[in-house]
């Protein structure tokens, strides 16, 4: 098989179509997560006393907000799947167009 | 003589049945493992859940298994942020590293850095970056493992460290990363056994009542041989109260660190390469997420329901907390011996999965990037080369770790060496990785740059710190996670590189393949037989 023409499929429009639609996901959901995630050691660790107060019986803030990391990580996992589905179909017809698939 | 030193138990009989499945895995791993393909990537053709399990096999340390479970025991809460960290880090791989990884790359993390730049420099310094994190990885699994092996087992710190050291080196070199991955798949579905049902004893033990169990260790006092503490509260460890002034933003660091770190680790990131395509590798983050998140939230039910179970008495050595044992004592006080012998053989299996996983990275990482492509500028002198220096280099990394790991002894700090490899990983690696996929101007300069700058000051800073080689109280960097400025000069170095130097026009015509080959997987190494 001969070398794509890399610069040709770089300079369609539906390749930049395709890099704007994942830029459109990733940055805000990376944003997200890494401000969520941070939020957790900055509050405990400077605000301790709020982090201590008791929700559901014994269980406090403090363990709680941690659990729920585990819940956003698998939630944003789960939304990047659907996201990356639909690049997939972008990518798919993309390449069709241009004759590598 | 060696053989007199300890008596054979059920826990040695487990681990022996583990070795004995896993050498014949390697036996038929080694009839396979012909050509580069195959042995340093398993021929490209595992499937999504297998990596899945592989890559959580790879990752959940005797470290994380033993060591946070004991942190959870004695700390309470803020052992659990490990956890936390652990899982939420695998975000930034599904997002940026595993697909662009697959799509561009061939057997390494340097290919992909090295795709538009001048080859060689970048490659001899990923390759160092490379070595650096597995070898202090590596380190700090093997004084681990000699300790461990000693309490579990019985055989002494310096066979035992020799004992793991030559049956990884039995699967790495002969098996390569076929066997690697089977060993991390059975090895992960062990451990998962094992921490649910430990888990499950747990809360049996309070009546299978949530809130039973959540009363207790918010006034756990260890059978009743302590004063009482309420372990969900934040603080034992990071909180100015136990760890001065400095401890709260130690803890940002640490996550920073952890966060950031996994999407850099090098045994982490060659995983992808074993899977057929770019898809697969993301399906294969999507299992270790799942399987990764369970085990971890698993860990504050067997580490908190330690401390309302064991007597203090129990999972002390002398005066000294012996972290390291608390899951497996318990297991032993709430299963038995024969549960005891399970988790103990996990633990080894642990040990020995990890380790291989290692060795197998920085092995194919010196052969691939720094002796075909630094020294022989790409080209193999003759067929099957790489494969035959990546087998030396393995044995002779496994034999220096092992060196190593007896020489410094069981004393040295473990969590140190860890923190070392995450640190680099975090400040080295993932800035050079963006930028090389995301930024057309980077260019040569600013990736070496990058790689130094994050390599020297994540050292640097851990050197100077309170864990560094000066001590608590000669300490000139008062944080123990150098993260939080690490990470920084790591992507500055890389930014400023890349500014302070010319334009390089051929890293920057190359950027549209390298973004081309990433995004769409087109021209992407293929399985074999696919």
């Known amino acids: 098989m001969s070398q794509p023409d890399w ?81 997939d179909k972008m990518e798919h017809a993309l390449l069709a167009k241009l004759g590598h698939r | 003589m060696l053989l007199a030193a300890f008596t054979f138990t059920p826990a040695l009989g487990m681990f022996v049945a583990f070795v004995a499945v896993t050498l014949v895995i390697t036996y038929f791993s080694a009839q396979k493992a012909t050509g580069s393909a195959a042995y340093f990537a398993a021929g490209r053709s595992i499937k999504g ?55 561009a790359g ?25 070595l650096t994190v ?8 093997m004084v681990g493992a000699g300790g461990i092996i000693k309490g579990l087992i019985g055989i002494e710190f310096a066979p035992a460290v020799i004992g793991v050291g030559v049956l ?77 002034p400095w401890g709260p933003l130690d803890l940002v660091s640490l996550g920073l660190g952890l966060v950031l770190g996994t999407a850099g680790l090098p045994h982490i990131l060659v995983r992808f390469y ?9 399906v294969s983050v999507i299992w270790a997420m799942a399987i990764i998140g369970v085990f971890y939230i698993l860990t504050t039910f067997f580490g908190f329901g330690a401390a309302t179970i064991m007597a203090k008495s129990e999972i002390m050595a002398g005066a000294k907390e012996n972290t390291n044992m608390v899951a497996p004592l318990l297991a032993q006080k709430l299963g038995g011996e ?34 075909t492509n630094v020294i022989h500028h790409g080209k193999e002198q003759s067929p099957g080369e790489e494969v035959r220096v990546a087998r030396i280099t393995a044995a002779v990394v496994g034999a220096a770790s092992i060196g190593l790991a007896i020489y410094l002894g069981p004393g040295v700090n473990a969590a140190f060496l860890v923190g070392l490899a995450f640190a680099v990983a975090a400040s080295a690696n993932l800035p050079v990785i963006l930028f090389s996929v995301f930024w057309s101007r980077f260019n040569t300069a600013g990736a ?66 390298l973004s081309v080959r990433a995004q769409t997987g087109l021209g992407a190494e293929t399985g074999g037989g696919h």
């Open chain 2, 448 to 513: 070496v740059s990058g790689l130094v700058g994050g390599l020297v000051s994540s050292i640097g800073l851990i050197l100077i710190s309170p864990v560094g080689m000066f001590g608590k109280e000669g300490a000139i960097f008062p944080l123990e996670n150098p993260g939080i400025v690490s990470i920084p000069v790591g992507f500055l170095s890389a930014w400023l590189g890349t500014l302070l130097t010319a334009r390089d026009p051929q890293a920057e015509a190359k950027f549209a393949e």
């Open chain 2, 338 to 371: 024969l549960f005891f012998a399970f988790i103990s053989a996990v633990a080894f299996a642990t040990i020995l999965a990890v380790v291989a996983g290692l060795t197998m990275s920085a092995s194919t990482s010196f052969a691939h990037d720094f002796y």
């Open chain 1, 7 to 87: 610069n040709r499929i770089a300079a369609d429009p539906d390749f930049a179509a395709l890099k704007r639609a994942k830029k459109r996901f990733l940055i805000p959901a990376s944003l997200f997560f890494l401000a969520y995630y941070i939020a957790l050691p900055v509050l405990v660790g400077f605000m301790p006393a709020t982090m201590k107060q008791e929700v559901f019986g014994r269980v406090n803030w403090a363990y709680l907000f941690a659990l729920s990391q585990f819940l956003m990580s698998w939630i944003l996992a789960w939304l990047y799947i659907r996201a990356a589905a639909k690049w």
């Open chain 2, 106 to 130: 061939k057997y390494t993390m340097a290919d992909l850095l090295a795709y538009r730049m001048s080859p060689r420099p970048v490659r001899a310094m990923a390759s160092l970056s490379t």
């Open chain 2, 168 to 244: 990884m080196l039995v699967y790495v070199v002969f098996g390569g990363m076929l066997a690697t991955t089977w060993v991390q798949i059975i090895k992960a579905i062990l451990l998962m056994a094992g921490a649910i049902t430990l888990s499950v004893l747990v809360l049996k033990h309070h009546g299978y009542s949530f809130g039973a169990f959540f009363d207790a260790v918010s006034h756990a006092d260890y059978a009743g041989t302590a004063p009482a503490k309420n372990l969900l509260e934040p603080g034992m460890k990071y909180g100015t109260a136990a760890a001065g």
């Open chain 2, 49 to 103: 859940w297998q990596n899945g399990l592989a890559v959580a096999g790879d990752y959940m340390s005797a470290a994380s298994f033993l060591g946070i479970s004991g942190m959870i025991c004695f700390k309470g809460y803020d052992g659990f942020m490990y956890s936390v960290g652990f899982l939420v880090a695998y975000l930034t791989v599904l997002f940026f590293v595993a697909e662009p990884l697959r799509n």
């Open chain 2, 274 to 282: 074993t899977v057929p395509d770019a898809k697969t590798a993301r």
């Open chain 2, 134 to 141: 597995s070898t202090f990885y590596m380190i700090a699994q």
